[in-house]
């Protein structure tokens, strides 16, 4: 511990993610889906709203 800095936990981790930032990763992830077969692009609007909400919740979230 610094003088800086007493408590580490005391602070966010790392900086704060962007809307933008999990739209985009949702995106890339969802798309590498279709590209590997595991996804077919009639379920991309399900499946993208699914991703996107797990991505923001992992990166909203505290972590222990």
Known sequence: ???K???P???PF???VSDDAILK???EVVVKFIEVGR???ANFGETFRE???AIREA???KLA
Request: aromatic residues 0%; glycine residues 4%; without cysteine.
């Open 25 to 27: 990763v949702a995106k």
């Open 14 to 16: 790392g900086k704060p």
């Open 9 to 11: 936990q005391s602070e």
């Open 51 to 53: 991703v996107h909400q």
């Open 59 to 61: 990166v909203r979230s």
């Open 39 to 41: 996804l077919s692009p």
């Open 5 to 7: 800095n007493p408590d």
């Open 1 to 3: 511990m610094s003088a």
